[in-house]
């Protein structure tokens, strides 16, 4: 799998998390049916599949790499979705993290 297809697996994983996560939030803190349930549950199946899609030898590895995708893609939603503009230091702090995954995804491995 190149990195393209990396990028997008990670994006469409963070997509399907933060949904499945938002309907939980939605049923127990903003006191939306029992039904959103359903949808989120299955948007958290979808999340876990594509994240066995990335080619790495170790789980952990893309869990971390994944977690710089998810703070970006989470500050996205919380401007898209919650109509909360994401202020400076959400930025900053969002660029190091995706720093970090890249170094974390991209870094030279010894063989083995």
Same mark, same amino acid.
């Given at each position: 799998?190149?990195?393209?297809? #990396?990028?997008?697996?990670? /994006?469409?994983?963070?997509?399907?998390?933060?949904?499945?996560?938002? /309907?939980?939030?939605?049923? +127990?803190?903003? =006191?939306?049916?029992?039904?959103?349930?359903?949808? &989120?549950?299955?948007?958290? $199946?979808?999340?876990?599949?594509?994240?066995? +899609?990335?080619? #790495?030898?170790?789980? *952990?590895? #893309?869990?971390?790499?994944?977690? =710089? $995708?998810?703070?970006?893609?989470?500050? /996205?939603?919380?401007?898209?979705?919650?109509?909360?503009?994401?202020?400076?230091?959400?930025?900053? *702090?969002?660029?190091?993290?995706?720093? *970090? /995954?890249?170094?974390?995804?991209? &870094?030279?491995?010894?063989?083995?």
């Amino acid at each position: 799998m190149d990195i393209r297809a #990396t990028v997008f697996v990670y /994006a469409g994983a963070a997509i399907a998390e933060i949904a499945g996560c938002f /309907a939980f939030w939605a049923w +127990l803190r903003l =006191g939306k049916s029992p039904l959103w349930l359903l949808p &989120g549950i299955a948007s958290l $199946v979808a999340f876990a599949w594509l994240l066995t +899609l990335v080619e #790495t030898a170790a789980a *952990g590895r #893309t869990y971390a790499a994944y977690g =710089g $995708v998810y703070i970006i893609s989470s500050l /996205a939603w919380l401007w898209a979705v919650e109509s909360v503009r994401p202020d400076r230091w959400d930025g900053i *702090g969002a660029v190091i993290c995706l720093v *970090g /995954a890249a170094v974390i995804l991209l &870094g030279p491995r010894a063989p083995g």
